[in-house]
């Protein structure tokens, strides 16, 4: 079964720096990974998807990610970080069902503090 | 454009009792499915639907009873309450059933069971 794991569960850093978000997975076959952001009170937005290809992927409001497969990683990156990124963030990788669905497994999130 | 749509955003039941989660999408998407949000615990998915009239569990489906009449709706039904069942609940959509298509998702309902 997959699994993904994020080892960070918060992470403070001040705005300007650069940011890195660890994320880990396991799956038997080419995996296809995503990452989510949500804000307080709100539903998860797709930051980018990995499917295959270019193993750096951009994504939107300046991140990017890059899958490793030796690694077993798909690490999300932001070189200038701004205070309206501080959310939590998910790191999912998706699988297809015997019933024709998917499901998208989930890490257990990261929470982003920025400080001003 | 209002993407996905759950109502409602707040909900507290006591132990035993009924009700549904609505979720709409506007998107005309074909796979719709139903996760719940526990601390330290990630997503889970509990129901999903591949086209309207199909339904099949997901990863946490007892307690929880679904139906696609529609492309638009897919309901979520809790028959009798737990306390087990207090989550944040996300309805989410996506063009295709396809492991790669990504999901849309609605900004939750926030269900406790006392």
């Known amino acids: 079964a997959q699994s993904v794991t994020q080892p960070d569960i918060h992470i403070t850093v001040s705005e300007g720096a650069s940011l890195e978000l660890r994320c880990n997975y396991s799956?038997?076959?080419?995996?296809?990974l995503f990452w989510y952001v949500q804000s307080p009170g709100q539903g998860l937005q797709l930051l980018l998807k990995y499917f295959s290809g270019d193993t750096l992927v951009q994504g939107i409001k300046g991140f990017e990610a890059e899958f490793k497969r030796s690694q077993s990683s798909f690490n999300l990156r932001k070189p200038s970080v701004h205070w309206s990124d501080a959310a939590e963030y998910f790191c999912?990788?998706?699988?297809?069902?015997?019933?024709?669905?998917?499901?998208?497994?989930f890490g257990t999130g990261t929470q982003l503090k920025v400080e001003l | 454009n209002a993407g996905v749509t759950q109502t409602p955003k707040f909900q507290v039941l006591k132990t035993g009792q009924s009700m549904t989660l609505q979720c709409a999408q506007d998107?005309?998407?074909?796979?719709m499915s139903w996760y719940r949000q526990d601390p330290g615990m990630g997503l889970r998915l509990i129901h999903y639907s591949v086209g309207a009239g199909i339904t099949d569990q997901g990863e946490v489906p007892n307690g929880y009873n679904v139906s696609r009449s529609t492309t638009e709706d897919f309901p979520l039904r809790l028959l009798s309450a737990a306390p087990s069942q207090t989550s944040v609940y996300f309805c989410?959509?996506?063009?295709?059933?396809?492991?790669?298509?990504?999901?849309?998702f609605g900004n939750g309902t926030r269900l406790t069971v006392t």
């Open positions: 799956y038997g076959a080419t995996p296809y």
């Open positions: 998107m005309n998407h074909e796979y």
């Open positions: 989410a959509s996506s063009y295709s059933p396809a492991n790669n298509s990504p999901l849309h």
């Open positions: 999912a990788v998706g699988a297809q069902l015997t019933g024709g669905g998917n499901k998208l497994t």
